[in-house]
């Protein structure tokens, strides 16, 4: 069954450093997201991202933040500046269409600790 | 706005018994409800959904919930837990047209 490919696994790196995390959506898929779990709290929406442009952000996805789909195939959250409060597991997923009703597939996630 | 809570961070049981794990929404305009899995060191997996076609929902590995407007929950049962069957849960909730709002999860332990 295809699937969401995340990478890296772990990524450490210290503050004020710039970080990408990846992603690989499924092939067919047409929406793209982030979410990210800090240790302990809830799942939470960062954004979604429709026809190469963001179509929904939450609060937290500030400047700081940025997506993009730089070729066909993969899906990327940078982070410009890290913080300390950055650190947190961030989940990439997809789905074939909108509304939000639609069934999201997604990865494995990618914890990032920021030191 | 939506929001869900789901009651018990942990929640443990022999092999065989029910599971039973607590989900309780807040939504101004009928709810789409969504029960996710997530075992050590994977992706969150959707286990079902519920999208006002039946109350029952019925979805995969045994599992199944009951969305009750009148309680506002929306809770996922088990008849008989298994081994494979512990790992992190979490419940979703969207308008639609909103992002899915996630609870805080429930860990399930199943002793055997």
């Known amino acids: 069954e ?3 490919t995340q990478t890296p696994s772990h990524q450490v790196t210290q503050m ?3 970080v990408i995390l990846r992603c690989v959506p499924i092939s ?3 929406y793209f997201y982030w979410y990210r779990q800090i240790l302990g709290q809830k ?3 960062l954004v979604s991202f429709y026809n190469n442009e963001i179509s929904e952000k ?9 997506v993009e789909r730089p070729d066909g195939s993969n899906f990327t959250l940078k982070i410009r500046s890290t913080k300390l409060e950055d650190s947190a597991m961030y989940f990439c997923a997809s789905s074939v269409s909108r509304p939000y009703n639609s069934p999201l597939h997604f990865g494995n996630g990618t914890r990032l600790t920021v030191t | 706005a ?3 809570t789901q009651l018990g961070s942990h929640v443990s049981v022999s092999e065989g018994a029910l599971v039973l794990l607590r989900c309780n929404y807040s939504s101004s305009v009928p709810p789409y409800l969504f029960w996710y899995v997530q075992y ?10 519920y999208t006002s076609a039946a109350t029952l929902v019925k979805g995969i590995n045994g599992f199944e919930a009951e969305f009750k407007k009148s309680e506002t929950s929306f809770h996922l049962t088990k008849p008989s837990a298994h ?5 992190e849960y979490f419940c979703a909730v969207t308008s639609g047209n909103t992002p899915l709002v996630f609870g805080k999860g429930t860990r399930l332990s199943v002793i055997a």
Do not use: C, R, T, Y
């Open chain 1, 2 to 4: 295809p699937e969401v």
């Open chain 1, 16 to 18: 004020g450093q710039e």
């Open chain 1, 28 to 30: 067919n898929h047409l």
């Open chain 1, 43 to 45: 799942v939470e929406f």
């Open chain 1, 58 to 66: 939450s609060e937290i996805f500030d400047d700081q933040f940025s």
């Open chain 2, 2 to 4: 939506q929001s869900v």
């Open chain 2, 40 to 49: 050590p060191n994977q992706g969150l997996q959707l286990l079902l959904k």
């Open chain 2, 83 to 87: 081994m494979s069957d512990a790992a």
